[in-house]
């Protein structure tokens, strides 16, 4: 079998100018009869969700691309400043649908930090596991549909399985499969249940299985290293102009992730590597994604020793401003019924200040930037969503693609468009 | 890093071994998967068990609710007329289920255990109106009923919604 030589990244920058995230017919190209004007999507069922992309080709070639976006607009950063500090729990985790643990947790943090809050090591230690599976999670998808899209139809169907069994140990703690909102200010909404722990171990000695499947089943599959290797380049000069985090940035050779550059949650206790990988194209990324969901499983292994010798300890801060009364109180302590009464219909106060907390979510530096008066509501809520600025690097990575190949970047980049539109 | 033919047959093994499997899928209209217990489903509200609604008709419930989409309006008891346990009671109660996001924060803010999510969610309708849920709606007893995973082991002693077990 002959070996093709696999294109080598390039060195230096070539994002496309003047603007960077679109990429313009050369002037020749401009009036040729043989360009043809494409839009692809915001129904096309291989561009994840309602994105609109204006493909210029002249025959397989693509040679101008430009995204448009704004089709799942929710305004829900708007809406959290209508809502009291609780009740905007409710919202992060729906805009980045697919990663929205990590969403939850953004917000969260960023509420802890204005009050000063202490959160309970329990607390700590669940939230890491939670946030690591549901990065197995977001991973899961990524792998499924990228692949799906790649005609690898059978990836799709162990990959949602292996999902489901995450969705399950979700729908065990939570109560529901996915926006949990079970992320409080000061700690978790609930204990843990007593059987989740040997739930979750099943899925820990599972899921390297899983990974080693869907390894044998496209790692070295002819096909598929035929329509990664080598497509949508981006160097790791152009990554960083770009402002890419997450996967797409340590595919293209930067060692930078925010769980180890600056630790939150208890990040400095776990014991895991990131993969960081040369070559920048689709398959590298792929690559980072499946080496990640094995850390991922060994930190989730390593939280679960930690809660094991957890048992009844407090699980929320005992900060009866901000946290709920414990709810056997309200029929026998007055005080409690009315801390119960104003948490719930005016909600708590934060103090003054703006503060910016960045999460390394599955796609990248998930960030939220909140501003407080001081009242009862956010004054602004700003996310900084990994997936827009993943998306802007569409025009770089194509850079002398073809037409099938679009397919297999914009699925590489991974944006989710609740988060890309928000 | 070249792609070797063996490494294609790797692949279909994987597929191959399936065959010897039990299927994972489930028969699902037929076939129920039990819901864990802190599942939240359809709202259900509560009586007492000598008839009494649990419900004060407080609007704490429609206060907490982040999507604004319970609607109360409480009118006091009389002699004549007892309908709940307190001084109060809900007059309407509805829930405009097709705006509910299930974050079950309802059920927490009711001080008097009288709203809870519960197992049911086949809750689809052909029309936006049939979803809102009234009062009677929400006291009846669901006509599909979800089997539940075993409480002791998948739920804490109290749930968070629960002032006395
Ligand atoms: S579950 Fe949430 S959205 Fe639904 S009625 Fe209760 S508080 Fe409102
Ligand atoms: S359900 Fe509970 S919170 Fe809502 S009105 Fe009735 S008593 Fe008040």
Not at chain 1, 308 to 317: T, V
Not at chain 2, 22 to 33: F, G, N, S
Request: net charge negative.
């Amino acid at each position: 079998m002959a070996t093709v030589e696999r294109p080598r990244i390039y060195e230096g920058t070539r994002i496309p100018s003047p603007i960077p995230t679109i990429l313009r017919l050369s002037d020749e190209l401009r009036d040729s009869p043989d360009v043809m004007q494409v839009n692809f999507g915001p129904n096309h069922p291989s561009t994840h969700g309602v994105l609109r992309l204006i493909v210029d080709l002249a025959g397989e070639r693509v040679e101008g691309i430009e995204a448009v976006i704004g089709y799942l607009h929710t305004g829900f950063e708007k809406t959290m400043e209508q809502k009291t500090w609780w009740k905007a729990i409710t919202y992060p985790a729906r805009i980045d649908y697919v990663g929205f643990q990590n969403d939850e947790l953004v917000f969260v943090l960023a509420i802890e930090k204005l009050l000063e809050l202490e959160t309970p090591q329990k607390a700590v230690w669940m939230r890491m596991l939670l946030c690591e599976l549901n990065r197995i999670h977001s991973h899961l998808v990524y792998l499924g549909t990228a692949a799906l899209e790649l005609g690898a139809i059978s990836m799709f169907w162990y990959c949602f399985r292996e999902r489901d069994l995450v969705l399950d140990l979700f729908e065990l703690v939570t109560g529901v499969r996915m926006h949990t909102r079970y992320f409080q200010a000061g700690g978790l909404a609930e204990d843990i249940p007593p059987g989740f722990y040997a739930e979750c171990r099943k899925f820990t000695e599972w899921m390297p299985k899983a990974v080693d499947d869907y390894e044998s089943l496209i790692d070295r599959n002819e096909i598929w290293l035929e329509r990664t290797q080598g497509v949508g380049l981006l160097s790791a000069d152009d990554a960083i102009a770009l402002g890419q985090s997450g996967p797409v940035l340590r595919a293209s050779g930067v060692d930078w992730d925010l769980r180890r550059a600056e630790p939150y949650l208890a990040y400095d206790k776990v014991d895991f590597e990131v993969p960081v990988l040369p070559n920048g194209d689709v398959y590298d990324r792929y690559r980072v994604r499946m080496i990640e969901m094995r850390e991922s499983t060994k930190i989730v292994a390593q939280c679960l020793d930690r809660l094991e010798g957890m048992e009844g300890e407090p699980w929320i801060a005992d900060d009866r401003k901000v946290v709920l009364p414990p709810r056997h109180e309200l029929h026998t302590s007055m005080e409690s019924l009315i801390h119960h009464f104003k948490i719930v219909t005016e909600g708590y106060r934060v103090p003054e200040g703006e503060v910016y907390v960045a999460i390394e979510s599955p796609r990248g530096e998930k960030a939220c930037y909140v501003i407080s008066d001081g009242g009862s509501r956010p004054w602004r809520v700003k996310f900084r969503a990994p997936s827009l600025v993943a998306l802007e690097a569409t025009a770089t990575c194509m850079r002398g693609a073809l037409v099938a190949d679009l397919v297999a970047i914009v699925g590489s980049l991974d944006s989710v468009m609740g988060d890309t539109d928000r | 890093m070249s792609p070797q033919p063996y490494s294609s047959i790797k692949g279909f093994g994987v597929t191959f071994k399936q065959i010897f499997k039990k299927p994972i899928t489930q028969q699902y209209p037929e076939y129920k998967r039990p819901v864990y217990p802190r599942f939240r489903g359809r709202h259900r509200l509560w009586t007492h068990e000598n008839g009494l609604e649990k419900c004060v008709g407080c609007s704490l419930c429609a206060a907490a609710c982040p999507a604004d989409c319970i609607r109360v309006v409480a009118a006091e008891n009389t002699p004549g007329n007892r309908v709940s346990a307190g001084e109060r009671y809900a007059r309407i109660y509805e829930i405009n289920l097709s705006r509910c996001i299930f974050c079950g924060y309802c059920e927490i803010a009711c001080p008097f255990d009288a709203i809870t999510l519960e197992a049911e969610f086949e809750i689809s309708e052909y029309s936006r109106d049939d979803l809102i849920y009234t009062k009677d709606m929400l006291l009846a007893e669901p006509i599909k009923r979800v089997p539940v995973a075993d409480r002791q082991l998948y739920d804490t002693p109290i749930p968070a919604y629960k002032a006395k077990s």
